[in-house]
């Protein structure tokens, strides 16, 4: 394989999908979609379940073709070149391995897909395997691997023809918890290490966060918010967002009072405060992520009557009886058994804290 090229985070346009539009039976999938990942970046496209993530990913890959837009890469528009042109891989959900091939022979397929005869696979397959730390099962039948092995034996059957880009939709999720964990930290690092650059599709937020230098969030065949974790979790830019990545209090209210840049909502528990200046009678939600809710009187305070206490080991959740819609909870770290179902507790949290977003008016 050759040697990693230099990883550029600063170029974020190395994959330019520009105004891309995609309808299936004349219903639209995704209009005006734009999405840059920069050369080594590792991307994550996390959404619902229907939100057009497999459909921008085979947009990229070339598998379906887009009604609208261009995508370019490194420059050149790669709209309308077939997928075998492209030199980008894929590693499906269902890593589409061949079960009665052997370790070594689903390897080499990645190759003689594209045209290598038989003789030069030996090397490479030997160098892909090694990656993936696969080398003493290269003979053996891929039905009889774990889901894990075989997750690696798609990775180097991908990684073998040195694509350009690596696309990767639901890779974890035929794993168990455990082992999604391990394979998360283990592709990452290889990735890494050879500066590839890759988007991983996910519906869950744990992973994103874990394998991502940025995720963009999709809603209904939307990026609504492309950011890198910590700016997720810390400023969502929408209600959507914040309840997608991470849990948080969550208050529907409706602003009674504003003055510059803070104002007061009225909640089904009481009257809280949040940066922002909003029209009076304007509908919010309002959150708080839980490690930033204290059970002590701050600038916010409502009085929650519990309506569990989970001690999680790293840390206790305090969910708070709450109205539909709503949300009330606070983390304590470690493991806290004061705390049991129907106590009053008080739940005290800064303004600045407060995230707000308009719901209406
Ligand atoms: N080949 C297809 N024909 C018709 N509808 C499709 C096809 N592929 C996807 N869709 C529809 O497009 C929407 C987005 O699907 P998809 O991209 O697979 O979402 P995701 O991967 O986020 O779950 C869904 O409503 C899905 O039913
Ligand atoms: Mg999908």
Redesign the pocket.
């Known amino acids: 394989m050759a040697p990693p090229a230099p990883r550029d985070m600063g170029d974020s346009k190395y994959l330019d999908v520009n105004a891309v539009g995609k309808a ?2 004349g ?1 639209s ?1 995704m209009s005006g979609m734009d999405f840059r990942v920069g050369r080594g970046e590792l991307v994550s ?1 996390l ?12 947009i990229i890959a070339g598998l ?1 073709t887009a009604d609208s837009g261009e995508v370019l890469l490194d420059g050149r528009a790669i709209t309308s070149a077939p997928a075998h042109k492209r030199n980008i891989s894929v590693v499906f959900q269902s890593y589409a391995l061949f079960p009665h091939l052997t370790v070594a022979e689903n390897v080499a397929f990645g190759l003689r897909a594209r045209g290598h005869a038989k003789t030069d696979c030996g090397p490479k397959v030997a160098e892909a395997l090694a990656l993936v730390r696969m080398s003493d099962f290269a003979e053996r039948k891929v039905a009889a691997l774990s889901g894990g092995q075989q997750q690696r034996v798609a990775v180097a059957r991908a990684l073998i023809v040195d694509p350009v880009l690596l696309l990767l ?2 890779p974890f999720s035929a794993l168990d918890r455990k082992l999604r964990e391990t394979m998360q930290v283990e592709l990452k690092t290889l990735l890494r290490d050879r500066n590839m650059t890759a988007i991983f ?1 996910t ?1 869950d937020q744990d992973e994103a966060m874990g394998v991502s230098d940025r995720i963009a969030v ?1 809603n209904a ?1 939307q990026i609504e918010q492309f950011a890198t974790p910590s700016e997720l979790y810390a400023r969502p830019a929408s209600a959507f967002v914040m309840d997608f990545v991470g849990l948080s209090t969550r208050l529907n209210g409706e602003v009674i009072e504003s003055t510059e840049n803070r104002s007061t909502i009225r909640s089904a528990y009481g009257t809280v405060h949040a940066p922002g200046t909003f029209v009076p009678g304007t509908k919010v939600t309002i959150g708080v992520r839980p490690e930033l809710v204290k059970t002590r009187a701050a600038e916010n305070t409502l009085r929650v009557t519990l309506a569990d206490a989970m001690v999680l080991g790293s840390k206790t959740q305090l969910h708070g009886r709450a109205e539909a819609g709503d949300r009330l909870l606070c983390e304590v770290p470690g493991m806290n058994s004061d705390y049991a179902p129907g106590d009053t507790v008080t739940f005290g949290w800064d303004v600045a804290d407060s995230l707000v977003y308009e719901t209406g008016t």
């Open positions: 299936f039976k219903t999938v496209l959404g619902p379940s229907g939100c057009g993530k497999t459909t921008l990913l085979r379906t939709d639901e599709v519906h999709m065949g």
